[in-house]
């Protein structure tokens, strides 16, 4: 984990291809807490030279051996609740694989940049198992309840080419430059006014989840925040005064 002004950066490192265990999730989890600083205005995730390769199977059967079903997916998905309820922009930047675990991490963000020699996908059935920690849920909000179930019934895995096309992946550029346009992007959602992005993340996530009119209600909540906030009566002078808008997060 490091920061480079207001943007955050959470690295996964655990070689030599970045399998989750228990030991990692819990290691996340902590990490995406820590990201929660206000101070911290957007958030890139990523790792080399695989952004996450899956799960730890090792772990997965030491962890059956001990009768505890249950530990390795509770883990890894309280790191991605952490992670999605993020009051901020956040990129995934994925090299390499994104497989099972790696790549539900990848959808609990905001946005996911692909290299271009990266594959991603659910394997899970292909254990005889099926996606823990959100794979089920997010994967067909993304991309549609019928691509989702074809890639988690097959465990057929995407290139970086596909996954554009339908939608998994906002962008897909030169692997040698991938984290430094992810970069570039962060730095420039930092700029922007986050209290309201803050705020427009909660009601999507939310209130898609909701009856229309209770998703109105969590969309209102959200107006009157912003509309109180100092980003609010900045943005609001900024425009009366025909200038460009000074966001502080606040």
């Known amino acids: 984990m ?3 002004g207001a943007v955050g ?3 996964i490192d655990r ?13 996340l989890e902590r990490a995406f807490d820590e990201m929660g600083d206000d101070d911290i205005r957007s958030v890139v995730v990523t790792g080399q030279p695989h952004f996450a390769a899956g799960a730890d199977i090792k772990g997965f059967q030491d962890t059956l051996e001990r009768g505890e079903r249950e530990t390795m997916a509770r883990g890894l998905k309280r790191a991605i609740k952490v992670l999605e309820e993020l009051a901020k922009p956040t990129i995934a930047a994925v090299h390499g694989f994104a497989l099972g675990g790696g ?14 020699d990266a594959v991603v996908g659910q394997p899970e059935v292909l254990l005889g198992l099926i996606p823990g920690a959100g794979g089920t849920q997010r994967l067909p909000r993304v991309v549609g309840s019928q691509r989702a179930r074809e890639m988690i019934y097959t465990g057929r895995q995407v290139d970086a080419g596909e996954a554009l096309e339908i939608g998994l992946a ?11 346009i992810a970069m570039e992007d962060a730095r420039e959602w930092a700029t922007k006014a986050t209290v309201a992005i803050a705020a427009a993340k909660r009601a999507i996530n939310e209130g898609t989840r909701l009856p229309l009119d209770e998703g109105l209600g969590v969309e209102g909540e959200g107006f009157d925040r912003t509309f109180a906030s100092q980003d609010g009566a900045e943005g609001v002078l900024a425009f009366v005064e025909k200038r460009a808008p000074d966001f502080t997060g606040r």
């Open 103 to 116: 790549l539900e991490l990848a959808l609990a963000c905001d946005f996911r940049y692909l290299a271009e």
């Open 9 to 11: 950066v959470v690295r």
């Open 15 to 27: 070689p030599p291809v970045n399998a989750i265990s228990e030991a990692l999730a819990g290691e």
């Open 170 to 180: 906002d962008r897909v550029v030169p692997t040698s430059d991938l984290l430094e």
């Open 2 to 4: 490091s920061r480079e």
